[in-house]
C-alpha cells in the first residue's frame, strides 16, 4: 500500500534560519502530494500541492518539488518566522484509489525569536 | 463561509455508550472523509465516501461505521466505543477524491473512559 515518511521532529529554528523537512513517498502510479499544516488547536489546511512530476507547489515562502525519480517532496523556507511554528504534514491521495489518502506522521517545528 | 463543521468539539464518555460525532459541510463537496490523529502516528484514514450512498473503508476502519444519506452530511459512529478510540477526530471535504486540496473541520476530541 501507501505510505509516506517525513523527517522525525521536532524541529526547533532561531528566526529566519532555513528550513528543509523532509517527505518521502511510496505510491503505485502517480499520486498527487501535499503539504498540509496544522497550528495549534485548529484543524489541518493546505499549505501547497503538486499534481505531476517535476511540478513546484508554494505559498507563503514555502515551497516543494514532485521528484519522482526520487520519490520525494521536501518542503523548504528561505526565512522562517515565530508565525510558522506548527505542525506540517506531507500526503499523497494515489491515482489508482483516488479516495484513499495517506499523511505522514507531522513534524513539529517550533520558530524562537 | 465556506466551511466544515464538526459537533460536538469534545466528548467524554464510558466503554460500550453508543456515540456519533456528526460532520457537515456547505461547499457542495462530493469527497468526505475521517480520520483520526494520535501522537507519534500523524492522520489515519477511518472511512471515506465519494459520493452519497458510496462509502468505503480507510486504514484503520475497525469499530467505526459511517453513512452518507445526503451530500452534505458524513456522521461518525461509534457503536461500542473502547477506550483505544480515545482520540482526537478529523472530517475533511473536497470537490472530489485525488488531487482536489481536503478541507478540515476543527476536530472533535473524544475521551473513552
Known amino acids: 500500500g501507501n505510505s509516506v515518511t517525513q523527517m522525525e521532529g521536532p524541529v526547533t529554528l532561531s528566526e529566519e534560519a532555513f528550513l528543509t523537512i523532509n517527505c518521502t513517498y511510496t505510491?503505485?502510479?502517480?499520486?498527487?502530494l501535499f503539504w498540509y499544516v496544522q497550528y495549534p488547536g485548529e484543524g489541518l489546511q493546505l499549505l501547497l500541492k503538486?499534481?505531476?512530476?517535476?511540478d513546484k507547489g508554494s505559498n507563503k515562502g514555502f515551497e516543494a518539488t514532485y521528484r519522482k525519480e526520487t520519490t520525494s517532496f521536501h518542503l523548504e523556507k528561505g526565512s522562517v518566522q515565530v508565525s510558522d511554528s506548527a505542525v506540517y504534514f506531507c500526503?499523497?491521495?494515489?491515482?489508482?484509489?483516488?479516495?484513499?489518502?495517506?499523511f505522514g506522521d507531522g513534524t513539529t517545528l517550533t520558530v524562537k525569536p | 463561509e465556506a466551511q466544515v463543521t464538526q459537533n460536538p468539539r469534545y466528548l467524554i464518555t464510558v466503554t460500550g455508550k453508543k456515540l456519533t460525532v456528526t460532520c457537515s459541510q456547505n461547499?457542495?463537496?462530493?469527497?468526505m472523509s475521517w480520520y483520526r490523529q494520535d501522537p507519534g502516528l500523524g492522520l489515519r484514514q477511518i472511512y471515506y465516501?465519494?459520493?452519497?450512498?458510496?462509502?468505503d473503508k480507510g486504514d484503520v476502519p475497525e469499530g467505526y461505521k459511517v453513512s452518507r444519506k445526503e451530500k452534505r452530511n458524513f456522521p461518525l459512529i461509534l457503536e461500542s466505543p473502547s477506550p483505544n478510540q480515545t482520540s482526537l477526530y478529523f472530517c475533511?471535504?473536497?470537490?472530489?477524491?485525488?488531487?482536489?486540496?481536503?478541507?478540515f473541520g476543527p476536530g472533535t476530541r473524544l475521551l473513552v473512559l
Open positions: 505510491a503505485t502510479g502517480y499520486p498527487s
Open positions: 503538486a499534481t505531476k512530476a517535476d
Open positions: 475533511a471535504s473536497s470537490l472530489s477524491a485525488g488531487a482536489k486540496t481536503q478541507y
Open positions: 500526503a499523497l491521495s494515489g491515482n489508482t484509489n483516488a479516495g484513499k489518502s495517506t
Open positions: 461547499m457542495n463537496h462530493e469527497y
Open positions: 465516501s465519494m459520493n452519497v450512498e458510496v462509502t
